[in-house]
C-alpha cells in the first residue's frame, strides 16, 4: 500500500516536499499532473466518459491537497474543474463539429477568410481548434 501511495500524484508530492520542502520540485509535479489532465482531456475529443470524470474528480481533488499546501488554487478553480468536467460551456458538440466539417470544406477549396472566420468564432466560443495529420480535434479555452 506505500508503494501506491508514492506513485499517486500526492504521494509524490509529499515525498518531495518533505525532501526540505522542495517547492520548486512540488510545484514542477504540480505542472506535471495538469499536463496529464490535459492529455486525458484532450484523448476524448469533447466526451468525458464516467471512468475519465472519475479520474479527473479524482485530480481535482489532489491538485486541491496539494494547491493548498502550496497556497494556491484558491480561486476560481472549482469553477474551471467544473467547465473541464460539465457542461462545456453550455456549448454544443454537434454545433462545434458542424463549424469544424465547415471550416475544413472552406480549407479544401482554399477560402481562407472564410475559415479564418470560422475558427474566430470558434475561439470566441472558448473552443480550441488543433490541426493535425489525423484532422482537426477541438477542446476548450480554460
Do not use: C
Not at 471550416?103 to 475561439?123: H, M
Amino acid at each position: 500500500m506505500a508503494g501506491e501511495q508514492n506513485d499517486s500524484f500526492i504521494g509524490q508530492f509529499i515525498h518531495v516536499m518533505d525532501d526540505d520542502l522542495n517547492t520548486a520540485g512540488a510545484i514542477g509535479l504540480v505542472f506535471e499532473n495538469v499536463r496529464e489532465i490535459n492529455k486525458l482531456l484532450d484523448s476524448g475529443n469533447g466526451t468525458i466518459d464516467g471512468k475519465t470524470r472519475s479520474r479527473l474528480e479524482n485530480d481535482r481533488h489532489q491538485l486541491f491537497l496539494a494547491g493548498r499546501v502550496l497556497g494556491v488554487l484558491y480561486e476560481n478553480a472549482d469553477e474551471l474543474f467544473k467547465q473541464l468536467g460539465g457542461d462545456k460551456k453550455g456549448v454544443d458538440s454537434a454545433e462545434i463539429e458542424k463549424m469544424i466539417q465547415d471550416r475544413n470544406e472552406a480549407r479544401a477549396a482554399k477560402d481562407w477568410a472564410k475559415a479564418d472566420e470560422i475558427r474566430d468564432r470558434l475561439k470566441q466560443m472558448g473552443i480550441i481548434l488543433e490541426d493535425g495529420p489525423k484532422g482537426t480535434t477541438w477542446r476548450l479555452d480554460v
